[in-house]
C-alpha cells in the first residue's frame, strides 16, 4: 500500500441528540470539535437520528394516516371539482 494516501482511522465520539445516547466507534469522518467521554478526548460528531432513536430499530411506530396524498387532496378540494 501507498503510504499516506488513507485517512485516518481513529475513534469518534457520535451523539444522538435525538435519544441524548453517546457511541464510541472507529470512523474517518473529521471533526474540528472535541468532547470527553469516560475520562478520555476523542472528536466529537452529533447525529440527530441513530440506532438508539429509530422507529425501526426502537419498535416505536408512528401513526400514520391510512388515506393517500391524491384522496386528502380531493377531499380538500371537492368544492372545487365541477365534474360532481
Given at each position: 500500500?501507498?503510504?499516506?494516501i488513507?485517512?485516518?482511522y481513529r475513534e469518534?465520539?457520535?451523539h444522538d441528540t435525538?435519544?441524548?445516547?453517546?457511541?464510541v466507534i472507529g470512523s474517518t469522518l473529521n471533526s474540528d470539535q472535541t468532547r470527553e467521554h469516560e475520562?478520555?478526548?476523542?472528536?466529537?460528531?452529533?447525529?440527530?437520528?441513530s440506532s438508539a432513536s429509530?422507529?425501526?430499530y426502537t419498535g416505536e411506530q408512528r401513526q400514520?394516516?391510512?388515506?393517500?396524498?391524491v384522496a386528502n387532496f380531493n377531499k380538500r378540494f371537492a368544492?372545487?371539482?365541477r365534474s360532481h
Open positions: 500500500m501507498r503510504d499516506h488513507h485517512p485516518e469518534v465520539l457520535f435525538n435519544a441524548n445516547a453517546f457511541f475520562g478520555k478526548i476523542y472528536p466529537y460528531v452529533s447525529l440527530d437520528i429509530h422507529p425501526f400514520t394516516s391510512n388515506e393517500g396524498r368544492r372545487f371539482n
